[in-house]
């Protein structure tokens, strides 16, 4: 073996490209934007029939505001130079991308910095979508859009700076310099902080009509939840294996930790369950997923297998238990945003004082030699994390529910946010023949009583007036926990 060529082969310059690297963060990149449409079908399925295409909207919806703003500004503000004590990175760095389409190794060694933002845009377009399921039902969508153009801009950027752009936690950072805390993936900067938004913007929107009240609201689509819940964990390999940046050894452990903890979440949830309610669900399954997936997010790449495990079956039993908090202190947050992605991302964050292997990041966890060194940093972690989160969201919101009217009137939200907001509704139940017009007398499209194509005896109301009606999917709220 030629021994120089051994020599000069390790020697990698982080400024060539790597092809291995950039074709496996092109990979994750697109997994992890999967996830948001992935996302849709999982909310769309929990919400009722009138409201489906509504919720589907506001993750697509996310998809279109936040990638501009992230191009224009919110990229600089998330991993940017240190501005402003480090609150910050600078916007005007290199605005509208500008001077980074040809840098290599910026950010990660061989990888094109275009790579690195462009996966970074997919993490910040899920969270903005995330916060959505709290609110479901009852949100305008110009608005909507609104919110999650200041809410990536104040809240997700400087988040994703303090974390992961070298900010306030970063080796030089305030805090930083002082302690260390971990998280992989996104258990603060996406989980924690969307939880936590979702359980504010709820607050500031108000309850649902009906809730706690009307037995019939409910998930419309327990098919659409699992194939949701599928593309999430799919695409889920992406958002924490990708986040190595880089197709190593590392990599490999991330993506396990991910299918292992998912795994036990999954039958931990369904235990909960099967001893509370005599029943294991489709819904608790999709939902123990997802819990899973939260919780292993931090601690992906810095656990063994059986740390995963371990983490995976307590989030979906702490998770299912955290379903019921809602009714207790009557907190509508629709799609139990607050109980899974919150409370899910806090254990993940905090298990790693408990589980971290020995590294040359950390010193470990408690069972793992390293005391409770670990744990008192990810506690200061998460809980500036979420103070800044719950406050700025609380602003944000209140702002635009005051001076646009945030949420849907009274009477369209009974008539179906799906009509009165865009118009369509997901499924044509009214038609027998001829095409749905929105604000025709449903007389234009269907030929009179007892003719071809119209049973006898049915209704001439215009759609709006049969969802008014309740005809458009009197479905219900989320039945996770039997009463």
């Keep these: 073996m030629n021994i120089s060529l051994v020599n000069v082969g390790m020697a990698v310059d982080p400024a060539v490209l790597d092809p291995g690297a950039t074709a496996w963060m092109l990979a994750a990149s697109a997994l992890v934007l999967l996830m948001t449409p992935g996302?849709?079908?999982?909310?769309?399925?929990?919400?009722?029939?009138?409201s489906v295409l509504n919720i589907m909207m506001m993750s697509f919806g996310a998809m279109g505001v936040v990638a501009v703003v992230w191009a224009?500004?919110?990229?600089?503000?998330?991993?940017?130079?240190?501005?402003?004590?480090?609150?910050?990175?600078?916007?005007?760095?290199?605005?509208?991308?500008?001077?980074?389409?040809?840098?290599?190794?910026?950010?990660a060694p061989g990888l094109p910095d275009m790579v690195f933002i462009g996966f970074q845009a997919t993490f910040a377009i899920i969270t903005v979508a995330l916060i959505s399921g709290a609110v479901a039902e009852r949100v305008r969508f110009g608005p909507w859009l609104l919110f999650a153009a200041l809410w990536v801009t104040l809240v997700y950027a400087p988040i994703a700076h303090w974390v992961w752009g070298g900010g306030l936690f970063g080796p030089t950072g305030v805090v930083g310099s002082k302690i260390s805390a971990l998280d992989f993936a996104g258990g603060t900067v996406v989980h924690m902080n969307a939880g936590?938004?979702?359980?504010m913007l709820a607050v500031v929107l108000g309850k649902r009509l009906g809730f706690?009240?009307?037995?019939?609201?409910?998930?419309?689509?327990?098919?659409?939840?699992?194939?949701?819940?599928?593309?999430?964990?799919?695409?889920?390999?992406?958002?924490?294996?990708?986040?190595?940046l880089a197709a190593d050894a590392i990599a490999g452990l991330a993506w396990t930790?991910?299918?292992?903890?998912?795994?036990?979440?999954?039958?931990?949830?369904?235990?909960?369950?099967?001893?509370?309610?005599g029943h294991a669900t489709s819904l608790g399954a999709a939902s123990g997923a997802v819990a899973g997936l939260v919780a292993v997010t931090p601690a992906?790449?810095?656990?063994?297998?059986?740390?995963?495990?371990?983490?995976?079956v307590v989030a979906g039993a702490v998770c299912a238990l955290a379903v019921g908090l809602k009714f207790k202190i009557g907190l509508d947050d629709s799609l139990d945003v607050v109980a899974v992605h919150f409370v899910g991302g806090l254990w993940g964050t905090l298990s790693l004082g408990f589980f971290?292997?020995?590294?040359?990041?950390?010193?470990?966890?408690?069972?793992?030699?390293?005391?409770?060194?670990?744990?008192?940093?990810?506690?200061?972690?998460?809980?500036?994390?979420?103070?800044w989160s719950a406050l700025m969201t609380t602003l944000i919101g209140f702002a635009i529910h005051k001076m646009m009217g945030m949420r849907v009137s009274e009477a369209n939200e009974r008539s179906?946010?799906?009509?009165?907001?865009?118009?369509?509704?997901?499924?044509?139940?009214l038609m027998v023949g001829g095409a749905f017009h929105p604000g025709e007398h449903h007389s234009k499209t269907v030929p009179p009583e007892g003719e071809a194509g119209t049973p006898e005896g049915a209704s001439a109301e215009t759609p709006a007036e049969v969802a008014a009606a309740g005809q458009f999917g009197r479905q219900s709220e989320n039945s996770r926990v039997r009463t």
């Design 416 to 429: 179906g946010i799906d009509v009165t907001e865009h118009a369509e509704t997901a499924y044509e139940l």
């Design 72 to 107: 224009l500004w919110g990229y600089g503000l998330a991993f940017g130079p240190d501005t402003m004590a480090g609150l910050v990175g600078d916007p005007f760095a290199n605005p509208g991308l500008s001077g980074l389409t040809s840098i290599i190794g910026g950010k």
């Design 39 to 50: 996302l849709a079908f999982f909310y769309g399925g929990l919400v009722r029939m009138k």
């Design 196 to 199: 936590i938004a979702g359980l």
């Design 212 to 244: 706690m009240k009307d037995p019939n609201i409910r998930p419309h689509n327990l098919p659409f939840v699992m194939l949701g819940a599928g593309l999430l964990w799919f695409g889920w390999f992406g958002f924490n294996a990708g986040s190595e």
């Design 257 to 277: 930790n991910t299918l292992l903890a998912t795994s036990a979440a999954l039958l931990g949830w369904l235990l909960i369950e099967r001893l509370r309610d």
């Design 356 to 387: 971290a292997v020995p590294s040359v990041k950390t010193e470990g966890g408690l069972f793992y030699g390293g005391g409770l060194t670990q744990f008192w940093p990810q506690v200061l972690t998460a809980l500036i994390v979420t103070a």
């Design 300 to 312: 992906c790449g810095f656990v063994d297998p059986i740390g995963a495990i371990l983490i995976g």
